[in-house]
C-alpha cells in the first residue's frame, strides 16, 4: 500500500506541475466544441471567504467536466480592482492605492491557487492597470460618439464624509451610506450619464432570450426597468407654463383635484408667490437633506408646501392647487404628477392632511363611494362617474376599458397621447475619487467637452498625489495633470477630473478574457464572438441586477459598434446561495460572541457573564464572529477536503449550513478513497485485462451495474441543474460497492477504480490526479475523456421480487428480469415463502406488479 493520504504535500506537487505544464492553459482548437466558465471576478480585499470559495469551486467544476467532456473552455479570473476600500486604506494606513490593491491581489492569487482552481492565469486581468483601464476609457469614447454619455446637473446623494456621490443602491434605508455610515445628503452637481434608458425596451424584451437564468432574477431585472404603459399630458399653468406628467391611469383625470412637483422641479420658483415663498425655500432645503429613500418611504407622514399657484386640468379647465412634496422625485418621470386622492392612497393621505378635494370617479359595483366620507382611497375597478365622455365605460385596463378610451379621447382631442414609461434612470457614472477610472474628456473654453483621442489613451492616473483626508479628490489639486491643450484647437483646457463607476470596469470584464493580451484593441470580435456568449454564470444573488444589466446594456452597445455579434452575454447564470454558520449572540446585551470562545455548543453561554446565548444560523461575516477561515481548512483538511464539503452540504443555489462534522466526514471518505485505490494500484501494478461481458460472473455483473448507474446519475447531475451534492452521494454509493466487493482481482473491479477516480476528478482534482498515476498513467487525469456509459450494464438478470400474503411483506426472492406477469404469479407461488404463509389457505385473488411484488389475497 503506498503512504497515508497527506493532502498538503499531494495538493502542492501537483499544483507545481499543472503549472509547469500550463494544463489548465485554454485551447485554441477551434473543432471543439468552446465552453466559456466564468464567476464573478472579486474585489481584492486581501482574504478569501468561504463565499469565495464557494462561487469558485462550483465554476471549476463545471469547468473540468467539460473539458473532460472534449470541449475546449475558457475559464478565466482577474480583479475588480478600483473602488473606495482602496482609497480609504490609503488614507487610514498610509500607502498608496495602488501598492494596497496589488499586495492583495498577490495574497489572493496564491489563495485561490491553494484550491486547486483550473484558471488560465495567463489571461488574468486588473481592472486598476492602464492595460485594463486604457480600454474601458476607449469604451467610453465609443458611448460619447455614439450620443449615450453626456453631462448635466442633477440631484445626488451626497456622501460627507467620503465626499462622493452614491448610487440609490449605495444607501442604506436609514439613509446612510454603505461604507462611511455618515447621513447622505442631496446635492445638485454637474455629473456624467450613461443613456441606458435608449435600451430599455431591448434590456425588457431580451429577458426572453434568457431562459437559463433564475426566473426570479428575470424577474428582479423586469421590476427595476420597470415599464408602464399609459398617457402623456399636458396641464396649463396660470402663467401659461406647461407641466407635462406621465399617468398610468389617464381614465382618472376627471378626478385630479391637485398637482405635485417635485421641490427641484424647475418651475417652482416661477409658480411660487411671494406669500409662500419663505415655506417654499425652507421646504425645499429639508427636502436636500433627505436621501430617495427617506423622501419615498411608503410609511413617512407626508409633508408638503403650496407654492400659491394654479393649474388648469385639460379635460374640464378647472384650476387646481400646485403644490411641492418631497415624496415626488425630480430623477423619476417628469418631476411632477397630477394627483387623483380618491383613487391613490399617497394621494389620498396628503389630500387628507392638508384639506384638499377628493373626488370619486370610480364607483366600484354595488357601493356608492363619497370623497368627503372615504376612509381610504379605491384604486380597483368599477364603472367611471363624473368623467365627462367616459361616463358609464368599465374601469380598468383592457380592449374597450376605460384607460384605453381615456387615450384615444385624449390623442383626439389634442390633450395627451399614449406613452411607455419606464423605471429605469439613466446610469449616473460619475464619482468624485481618485481610485478609478478618469473620465477620457477635456473641458476646452473655444471647444466644448472633447474626448481624448485614441492614441493618447491611458489618461493614466498620476502617481505624485496626497491622501491626507477623506476630502476632495486629489485629483482635482494635481495643477499640472489638470491643465493641458486642447486636443482640438491646442488652447489651454482641463481634464475631468471624475473618475468612473466601479460598476463600468465590471461591465465589459467578461469580453476582454477573451483577448486579455491585446494592445492594439480591446478585444478581436472573431475571438470575442467565438467565445461569447458566457455558457456559465455563477455568482451571487446581491449582483442580480446592476452588473447584470450594466453588462448587458454593454454587449449591445458594443454588438450596435460592430464589435459584437450576440445580443445577451451571460447563457446561463447560477447564483451560489450563501455560506451560514452557527452564530452566538446574548439576547440581553445584543452582543456577538465568537464560536472559538464556546466551550459547549450544546449548552452555549456567554464566557463573561454566565448567561445563556441564543444560537442561530446566518451569513459568516466578521461582525457576527461566526467565520471560517479557508486558509485554517486547508491547513488542517487540504483544498480537496474543502471543495468536496462545499459541494456536498447544499445544492449550489441553496444556503449552505457550516459543520465541522460534515467536513471530517469528506476527508474520511477521501481516506476511504485513498486506501481503495492505492491497495488495488499496489496488487496489480500491470493492471488487468478486460474481459467479455458474456463471461462475466453474477458478482462481477452486478458491479458493473454499479459502476455505469454511477457515470449516468453523475453525469446527469454535473449537466442538468448542477446537483453536486447528489454527484457525491453517487460517488460514494460508488465506493461503498467496490468495497463490499469479494473479487478485487476481476477486469471489472479494475474498470470501477479507474471510474471512480475519473468522476472523483472534478470535485477533487489533486488526490485524483496522485491516484491516476499511482495507477500507472503519465498523462494528467484532467486530460482524460469523461467516462461512457454502457447502457446494457444497467440492464439486471435477476430482480428482486417481493412476497406479499394479505399486503403484508413475508419477503423476497430472486426471479429473471424478464419474467412476464404469468411467470412472476409462478415463481411466488413454488416459493418456500408462499408455501409456508398459504397452507391451508384458498387464495382468492393475486395482484402482480410487474418488476415488484405479487400480492397474495387468501382465506
Not at 118 to 146: G, H, M, N
Request: overall charge negative.
Amino acid at each position: 500500500m503506498a503512504d497515508k493520504y497527506t493532502p498538503a504535500a499531494i495538493e502542492e506537487k501537483w499544483q507545481q506541475i499543472w503549472a509547469e505544464q500550463g494544463l489548465d492553459r485554454t485551447e485554441d482548437d477551434s473543432s471543439k466544441p468552446k465552453f466559456y466558465a466564468l464567476s464573478m471576478f472579486p474585489y481584492p480585499s486581501g482574504n478569501l471567504h468561504m463565499g469565495h470559495v464557494r462561487n469558485y469551486t462550483i465554476t471549476d467544476v463545471i469547468a473540468r467536466v467539460r473539458r473532460m467532456q472534449g470541449y475546449r473552455v475558457l475559464h478565466p479570473m482577474g480583479w475588480d480592482a478600483f473602488g473606495l476600500p482602496a482609497e480609504n486604506a490609503a488614507i487610514d494606513r498610509g500607502i498608496h492605492p495602488a501598492k494596497w490593491t496589488y499586495q492583495n491581489i498577490d495574497q489572493m492569487r496564491s489563495q485561490l491557487k491553494r484550491l486547486g482552481l483550473s484558471y488560465d492565469w495567463e489571461r488574468e486581468v486588473a481592472t486598476c492597470s492602464p492595460d485594463y483601464y486604457r480600454w474601458t476609457q476607449w469604451s467610453f469614447i465609443q458611448f460619447l460618439k455614439a450620443g449615450l454619455a453626456y453631462q448635466k446637473e442633477a440631484a445626488v446623494n451626497w456622501d460627507p464624509v467620503d465626499q462622493t456621490v452614491l448610487a440609490n443602491e449605495q444607501v442604506d434605508s436609514e439613509g446612510k451610506s454603505w461604507r462611511s455610515g455618515a447621513k447622505v445628503e442631496r446635492k445638485l452637481l454637474r455629473q456624467w450619464f450613461l443613456k441606458i434608458t435608449d435600451y430599455a425596451d431591448e434590456l425588457l424584451q431580451d429577458l426572453d432570450q434568457l431562459s437559463g437564468w433564475p426566473e426570479r432574477v428575470r424577474l428582479m431585472q423586469e421590476n427595476w426597468i420597470g415599464k408602464s404603459t399609459g398617457a402623456k399630458v399636458t396641464f396649463k399653468t396660470e402663467q401659461g407654463d406647461d407641466l407635462e406628467i406621465f399617468t398610468t391611469r389617464p381614465d382618472t383625470l376627471w378626478g385630479a383635484t391637485f398637482m405635485v412637483l417635485s421641490p427641484e422641479h424647475p418651475l417652482v420658483e416661477k409658480l411660487t408667490t411671494a406669500e409662500q415663498r419663505d415655506a417654499i425655500a425652507t421646504y425645499q432645503a429639508e427636502a436636500a437633506a433627505k436621501s430617495d429613500i427617506d423622501r419615498t418611504a411608503e410609511d413617512k407622514e407626508k409633508s408638503g408646501v403650496w407654492t400659491g399657484s394654479y393649474a388648469i386640468n385639460p379635460v374640464n379647465a378647472e384650476k387646481i392647487p400646485i403644490w411641492i412634496a418631497d415624496y415626488v422625485l425630480m430623477g423619476y418621470g417628469t418631476g411632477a404628477i397630477m394627483a387623483v386622492p380618491a383613487h391613490d392612497q399617497r394621494d389620498f393621505a396628503f389630500a387628507r392632511k392638508f384639506g384638499l378635494d377628493i373626488k370619486v370617479v370610480v364607483q366600484p359595483e354595488g357601493e356608492t363611494l363619497d370623497g368627503a366620507t372615504m376612509a381610504e382611497a379605491w384604486p380597483g375597478d368599477g364603472v367611471m362617474v363624473h368623467s365627462g365622455p367616459l361616463n358609464g365605460v368599465p374601469a380598468g385596463k383592457g380592449e374597450g376599458q376605460s384607460v384605453e378610451q381615456a387615450i384615444a379621447w385624449l390623442e383626439n382631442e389634442g390633450q395627451g397621447q399614449g406613452q411607455a414609461n419606464f423605471r429605469l434612470r439613466d446610469w449616473l457614472i460619475s464619482r468624485q475619487r481618485y481610485w478609478g477610472v478618469p473620465i477620457p474628456v477635456v473641458h476646452c473654453p473655444s471647444c466644448g467637452t472633447v474626448p481624448v483621442p485614441d492614441e493618447q489613451l491611458p489618461v493614466e492616473l498620476p502617481q505624485d498625489v496626497e491622501f491626507s483626508g477623506r476630502g476632495a479628490s486629489p485629483l482635482s489639486k494635481l495643477d499640472h495633470w489638470i491643465n493641458v491643450p486642447c486636443p482640438t484647437c491646442g488652447e489651454p483646457a482641463q481634464r475631468e477630473t471624475d473618475t468612473m463607476d466601479t460598476f463600468i470596469d465590471s461591465s465589459w470584464y467578461f469580453l476582454r478574457f477573451a483577448d486579455a493580451r491585446n494592445e492594439e484593441a480591446i478585444f478581436d470580435p472573431d475571438k470575442a464572438n467565438d467565445w461569447l456568449p458566457v455558457d456559465q454564470y455563477v455568482g451571487g444573488i446581491e449582483h442580480a441586477i446592476l452588473h447584470l444589466l450594466y453588462s448587458r446594456f454593454f454587449t449591445k452597445v458594443l454588438r450596435d459598434r460592430g464589435l459584437l455579434n450576440v445580443d445577451e452575454p451571460f447563457k446561463r447564470l447560477l447564483t451560489q446561495g450563501m455560506v451560514q454558520n452557527i452564530t452566538y449572540k446574548n439576547p440581553k446585551t445584543g452582543k456577538y460572541i465568537p464560536i472559538q470562545e464556546i466551550a459547549d455548543p450544546e449548552n452555549p453561554v456567554d464566557p463573561e457573564t454566565g448567561e445563556a446565548l441564543e444560537g442561530f444560523y446566518e451569513k459568516m461575516s466578521k461582525s457576527k464572529y461566526n467565520g471560517v477561515a479557508p486558509q485554517d481548512v486547508l491547513a488542517r483538511y487540504g483544498a480537496d477536503t474543502a471543495r468536496m464539503f462545499i459541494l456536498f452540504k447544499a445544492p449550489p443555489e441553496k444556503d449552505l449550513e457550516w459543520d465541522d462534522a460534515d467536513v471530517e466526514g469528506q476527508h474520511r471518505f477521501l481516506n476511504r478513497v485513498w486506501r481503495l485505490v492505492t491497495d488495488f494500484a499496489a496488487s496489480h501494478p500491470n493492471g488487468l485485462a478486460a474481459s467479455k461481458m458474456e463471461s462475466l460472473s453474477k458478482a462481477d455483473k452486478d458491479l458493473r451495474r454499479a459502476v455505469h448507474t454511477a457515470i449516468k446519475e453523475i453525469s446527469e447531475d454535473v449537466e442538468g441543474e448542477y446537483q453536486f451534492n447528489t454527484a457525491i452521494s453517487e460517488l460514494m454509493k460508488l465506493s461503498n460497492a467496490m468495497s463490499d466487493t469479494s473479487d478485487k482481482a476481476s477486469s471489472v473491479y479494475a474498470e470501477g477504480i479507474a471510474t471512480l477516480v475519473k468522476l472523483l476528478a472534478p470535485f477533487a482534482p489533486h488526490i485524483a490526479e496522485d491516484l491516476w498515476h499511482q495507477l500507472g498513467h503519465s498523462d494528467s487525469i484532467h486530460r482524460q475523456s469523461w467516462p461512457q456509459l454502457d447502457e446494457t450494464a444497467l440492464v439486471a438478470d435477476e430482480i428482486t421480487l417481493v412476497i406479499q400474503i394479505m399486503g403484508k411483506t413475508r419477503g423476497t426472492i430472486s426471479v429473471p428480469a424478464s419474467s412476464d406477469k404469468a411467470a412472476l404469479e409462478k415463481y411466488a407461488r413454488e416459493s418456500e415463502i408462499a408455501q409456508r404463509y398459504l397452507d391451508g389457505k384458498e387464495i382468492k385473488k393475486v395482484i402482480v406488479v410487474p418488476g415488484k411484488l405479487v400480492n397474495f389475497v387468501a382465506v
